[in-house]
């Protein structure tokens, strides 16, 4: 009896599908269409996004600075501040009273995309207040890179050192000169090939470009955040002068034999 129509169909809908399987690259494994694109649409949205505020003394400060890293979203639906001409996303909170100083303030950044070469960071500016929302201290934010065991332990972290007994408030955001900067990333970024099977190719460089919106961690330095920041990476490692150059640099007694002055002594003698 001949097979009917719609089992082959189905039969060669069966064997289409297992030819496909040995040419398609699953999502994660393809690149990125566009590596730009992304941070170049945050950075529109951004533009054209109102101010809120055009002052510290306008911004909310009902939120107390949490007793350790807490996620924060800074993102479209984020309010907009446009800070001594810098416009960006933002935090505000009010310092503990009654904290002992000096204490510090430890931060995170996430990675914000999908791909290395094409992510991007939300690198913070912070800026200190008095009680009459006047400026004490403002810096920069370096961040440096430290992959951990856990989500908690991996990403880009920085602190900040609370040493003004006149600070009330703290305001996070990003400058101008942070926006336009970069992190070290000591993993190098790698693009996929859409060719079957997979190639890695590595692209890109070792810099993290810092974006307009992302993920921020905020809160007082804990445990684990100072164990992050203290093994954390910020630049390259310089290169050695070698093995033997090393050797002679940290051993104190002349074991290859070149010290010139104990030969000159021992001759004297």
């Known amino acids: 009896m001949p097979p009917s129509v719609p089992r082959l169909l189905l039969l060669a809908l069966a064997l289409i599908a297992l030819g496909a ?23 529109k949205t951004l533009d054209e996004a109102s101010p809120c505020c055009g002052s510290f003394a306008d911004l909310s400060y009902q939120d107390m600075l949490p007793w350790q890293p807490q996620r924060f979203e800074l993102s479209k639906d984020s309010p907009v501040a446009n800070l001594n001409g810098d416009r ?8 503990p009273q009654g904290a002992h100083l000096p204490y510090t303030i430890a931060m995170k950044s996430e990675l914000n995309g999908r791909w ?12 200190l207040l008095d009680d009459a929302f006047q400026p004490l201290h403002s810096e920069d934010i370096q961040l440096c890179e ?20 006149n600070a009330r408030y703290l305001v996070v955001y990003s400058s101008a ?19 079957a099977p997979v190639k890695m190719n590595p692209a890109g460089s ?8 992302g993920v921020l961690y905020v809160g007082m330095q804990n445990d684990t955040y100072k164990k992050a920041i203290n093994n954390a990476v910020c630049s390259k490692a310089q290169q050695g002068n ?23 002594k021992e001759k004297g003698s």
Do not use: M
């Open 21 to 43: 399987c040995r040419t398609i690259v699953p999502p994660n494994f393809r690149p990125p269409e566009n590596p730009t694109n992304t941070i170049d649409i945050a950075r």
């Open 88 to 95: 960006s996303y933002f935090l505000a909170f009010r310092l």
């Open 116 to 127: 290395l070469s094409s992510s991007y960071l939300f690198a913070p500016t912070v800026v």
């Open 146 to 165: 430290y992959i951990g065991w856990t989500s908690e332990t991996t990403g880009a972290f920085g602190k900040f050192k609370v040493v003004d007994d």
């Open 177 to 195: 000169k942070q926006q336009k900067n970069q992190t070290y990333w000591e993993q190098s970024p790698t693009t996929f090939s859409a060719e």
């Open 206 to 213: 070792f810099k993290i470009a810092h974006g307009p919106d």
């Open 242 to 264: 070698g093995v033997i150059s090393t050797i002679r640099d940290v051993v104190t007694t002349d074991l290859l034999g070149t010290d010139e002055a104990k030969k000159d």
